[in-house]
């Protein structure tokens, strides 16, 4: 494992605030947009990780990004993509990175939208969309994350067991990037299924079905105000088409849970439903083992 990770350790230990806003380095504090933070938010310990920022080769790019892993780790170790929210990686997802490095995966949260700006100099979701998400295109984002594969398989991970997981923006990732050849699983909390194609998003998931090469695990909310339950069984009928020709797409499962709103994962938000948080981090576990990534 890369010695800058191990040695940049101690710049990257949570701010003792939560409600902390200032970002001087990706995965630390909240970013505005997202306020207030909410007492729940989960705080993930360092004790027997290497935790920190990396810089990963994207061609003469430098990409940031949040990496996890066991500090005393024997072998390669099966890898996760961790695709952020609109908000970039902040505390939050650096904080699920963690929580995958505890259970022995080497988990990269690449900071995609890093092009464009910081999400954390907008003060609201609209202002982030308009400057930040729609300035970062599908096909630059895919690039992006197999670069960060491989440099993950030059520091200590393995490139047999690589699984995505990603919450809204990035829940709308995973299913892409389930069509990447190295993707052996995807875990997509509430991403977009359908939407207007534009030049920088010319495919939704709910296009790419017959493309997959992964299977994919969709946790959705019931409740979600911005993905209807219409655009789940459009993405159900989807898979269900390309399913007898596709193994991945056949295997794709969707978990709704009826009261649950949008971001019902998202421990510091009001939005968060432990119930629903709780079990869908059970499931996505236990799919990542399923489908040998584990």
Known sequence: MSEKIQNSRRGFMKSSAIGAT??????????????????????????????????????SFQMPAYVSCPE????????????????????????????FAKLGYLAIAPEFFTRAGDPNAYGTTAEIF???????????????LQATLVWAGKNGGDLKRVGVTGFCWGGRITWLSATLPQVRAGVAWYGRLIGEKTEGNPRHPVDIAADLKAPVLGLYGGADAGISLESVDQM???????????????????????????????????????????????????????????
Request: glycine share 8%; with cysteine.
């Open 22 to 59: 200032a970002v001087t380095t990706i995965g630390v504090g909240f970013v505005t947009a997202s306020e207030p933070v909410m007492a729940a938010a989960i705080e993930t310990d360092f004790k027997g990780l290497k935790a920190g920022e990396q810089m990963i080769p994207v061609g």
């Open 72 to 99: 005393k780790a024997k072998g390669s170790l099966p890898i996760i993509i961790v695709t952020s929210e609109i908000f970039g990686v902040h505390e939050y997802i650096a904080d699920v990175t963690r929580r």
């Open 130 to 144: 308009t400057n930040i998400v729609s300035k970062t295109p599908d096909v630059q984002v895919l690039n992006d």
């Open 236 to 294: 159900k009928a989807a898979l269900a088409q390309a399913a007898p020709k596709n193994p991945a797409a056949k295997a794709s499962q969707f978990e709704v849970y009826p009261d649950a709103p949008h971001a019902f994962h998202a421990d510091y938000r009001a939005t968060y439903r432990e119930g629903p948080a709780k079990d869908g981090w059970e499931k996505c576990i236990a799919w990542f083992k399923k489908n040998g990534v584990a």
